[in-house]
């Protein structure tokens, strides 16, 4: 099983719709959750965090946090053509030395449709 | 300057050249990081310096040697380098080392080895 799992995609919906991005992980005693968006051939650019369960919100973005099926996601309200980009899921796993460090999933493409 | 600074921007060497990747950080940020990004691969975490101390080294081979000599500066020293390096090498820092906060990246240094 992959530490941080997300479906690659592509994810098409057209402009105004709300687009939905999934993201589960295996580490239970994870506490610090991340969405990332990045442009074709720049670095990923931090969209939100969220730490407890529940929603959050900002702006058109929501974060959704469930620790006990160990399930983010996000959520893109009034999806515009410039949220066309590949958004990742990055999560604190415990790495081999017992220390948590950013594990990020592969990335689901979204592709917002004019 | 703000954030995030790595250079160069683009890198191409020989298997048998010697080259370095520098990042500094202008955030006041306690913790840098390296990460690999391939085509069509998850974002991979290559090391983690906390306070200038590496304490995460995620089975990476030994052509990669890291340097952190002070918390504001670390680069990545390459020898040796195999074709199936070739990828885009991330730096970048966050307050917490335990992936609690959120990571700031910089644009990247795109390495291909030939």
């Known amino acids: 099983q992959k530490e941080v799992e997300q479906n690659s995609g592509p994810l098409s919906v057209p402009e105004g719709a709300i687009a939905s991005l999934n993201c589960t992980y295996s580490?239970?005693?994870?506490?610090?959750f991340f969405w990332y968006r990045q442009y074709s051939g720049k670095s990923p650019e931090l969209i939100m965090f969220?730490?407890?369960?529940g929603d959050k919100e900002d702006g058109r973005f929501t974060a959704q946090l469930n620790k006990a099926s160990q399930y983010v996601s996000l959520l893109i309200r009034d999806s515009q053509p410039s949220d066309s980009a590949t958004y990742l899921c990055a999560v604190n796993i415990a790495q081999r030395t017992g220390r948590r460090a950013l594990t990020f999933g592969s990335g689901t493409r979204l592709q917002v449709q004019p | 300057e703000t954030g995030v600074t790595q250079t160069p921007r683009h890198l191409v060497m020989g298997m048998t050249n010697k080259k370095s990747l520098k990042c500094e950080q202008h955030?006041?940020?306690?913790?840098m990081y390296w990460y690999k990004q391939s085509a069509k691969k998850p974002l991979e975490l290559m090391f983690v310096y906390s306070l200038e101390e590496r304490v995460e080294n995620n089975s990476v081979p030994s052509r990669f040697s890291p340097e952190c000599p002070n918390s504001s500066h670390l680069f990545l020293h390459l020898h040796t380098l195999q074709p199936e390096d070739s990828a885009l090498y991330l730096c970048?820092?966050?307050?917490?080392?335990?992936?609690?906060?959120?990571?700031?990246f910089g644009n990247g240094t795109r390495l291909t080895v030939t």
């Open positions: 955030l006041g940020h306690n913790a």
């Open positions: 970048a820092s966050s307050q917490d080392p335990g992936g609690g906060s959120p990571l700031h």
């Open positions: 580490d239970r005693g994870s506490q610090s």
């Open positions: 969220i730490y407890s369960n």
